[in-house]
């Protein structure tokens, strides 16, 4: 497996691109993109887990139950969010216009949105420009940097990826872009997420492959404990790199499936260092748990404590708020077996404090990725996940919001 340029249109047979319709009135950035397949291609998806749903996540679930799609169109600056049956009508009609450039079945395109809840879809600005987003697509990394520029909100940096791997001699891609760095939260995290393949897979096991790719990255981060209506993580599939379909039996099945899993880690790890005012990354590692279960409780507790991500911003070694996160996790968990390190310092063993140098930890937890390892030492399973620091930065930014 190689790391290559392209992102979403690195794939064969895939266009993207992106364009200012007037979504974003007061900042006219890029906020309606649209990325398509020359060929139909299997589908699957992850949605946010949040009782409360936009209009684009009902609408795509809809449309992806038939395995099949050509085309997402997505929007940033208005997340279509508890906006009625007026908001499905305006998803419905954005599915409706993207499928119109193409002459394909609406119901082959998904629909994701990203922005303010609560306020009316501007449909007509959509439909208006229309038109300029169809021409605007191409199959290079130009459209695909178009695309993910009109996706963005809050964000920061730009998270893409995309990499090749070989699989009866002939090269396959997977590409992806992914936009979110607030209301970040495990079980699917807040985000748009959209990847695209032209290896030839199986429906059942694309499903599976995401399933399995999420759990492992987008569902191990946090930022600051809220979940999205909007959350999206779609794969499609084309094909158009030949060879056999692959699927659960298929001798290459973990091949595709480690490829994904590691870029989608790769995306989620982005996602997290992006976070809303964040100066640090922190990797939480749990180990020694007696279930996977266990082990993900800990990770989940310790990274969206807080006091653990004020203590980071803040260089201050006070160790002690990461094992009490643990400690409430709901894990099974004993005192006197927990050991810890932070950035490889040695701070707990077997539930008694180690002497360490203060000053040197405080400097290390001034690095921008700042590591984290708890042992339970209690069974054989263990869980990574990644969050950020928490600064006074985020409340400005989520303080002043809307207004």
């Known amino acids: 497996m190689k ?19 007037g979504i974003k009135a007061s900042s006219k950035k890029r906020d309606l993109a649209l990325i398509y397949s020359e060929k139909p291609c299997a589908a699957a998806a992850v949605f946010t887990t949040n009782k409360v749903k936009a209009a684009s996540v009902l609408l795509s679930r809809e449309h992806i ?31 409706e216009l993207a499928a119109d450039l193409f002459a394909i079945n609406p119901r082959q395109v998904a629909v994701a949105s990203t922005g303010v809840i609560g306020v009316p879809l501007p449909i007509a600005a959509i439909e208006s420009g229309i038109e ?16 993910l520029e009109a996706i ?22 997977i590409g992806g872009m992914v936009k979110g760095s607030g209301m ?8 748009l997420g959209f990847i695209t393949a032209d290896a030839p897979v199986e429906l059942t096991f694309l499903q599976t492959s995401l399933n399995a790719a999420a759990q492992k990255s987008f569902n191990m981060i946090s930022v600051d404990g809220d979940t999205s209506p909007n959350d999206s993580l779609i794969i499609m599939a084309n094909g158009m790199a030949g060879g056999s379909v692959i699927d659960k039996d298929s001798p290459y099945a973990t091949v595709f499936q480690q490829a994904l899993e590691t870029l989608c880690i790769y995306l989620a790890k982005e996602v997290a260092r992006d976070g809303e005012g964040a100066t640090r990354l922190i990797e939480v590692t749990a180990r020694g748990a007696l279930s ?3 082990a993900s409780k800990v990770v989940h507790t310790i990274i969206s404590s807080p006091l653990v991500k004020t203590a980071v911003h803040g260089c ?17 968990l004993v005192e006197s077996e927990l050991d810890l390190d932070i950035t490889g310092i040695a701070v707990m063993r077997k539930g008694v404090p180690m002497p360490f140098d203060m000053q040197r930890l405080s400097n290390e937890l001034a690095q921008e990725q700042v590591s984290i390892e708890i042992n339970l030492n209690l069974g054989d399973n263990s869980a990574t ?11 400005s930014i989520n303080s002043d919001y809307t207004t």
């Open 184 to 191: 970040i939260h495990p079980n699917m995290a807040t985000l």
């Open 132 to 147: 300029a987003l169809g021409n605007s697509l191409r199959g290079d990394e130009a459209g695909h940097a178009a695309a």
């Open 65 to 95: 139950s038939g395995g099949v799609l050509r085309a997402v169109i997505a929007n940033s600056g208005n997340a279509n969010a508890c906006t009625g049956e007026a908001g499905i009508a305006a998803a419905r009609k954005m599915a």
């Open 292 to 294: 996977h279960n266990d």
């Open 3 to 21: 790391e290559i340029s392209g992102g979403v249109c690195a794939p064969k047979g895939f266009r993207a691109g992106g364009i200012y319709c």
């Open 385 to 395: 996940g990644w969050g950020c620091d928490l600064s006074k930065e985020y409340v």
């Open 152 to 173: 963005m909100t809050t964000d920061t940096r730009k998270k893409e990826g995309s990499v090749e791997i070989e699989i009866e001699g002939k090269p396959v891609r």
């Open 316 to 332: 201050d070694p006070n160790w002690g708020r990461i094992v009490v996160a643990a400690g409430r996790s709901g894990a099974m």
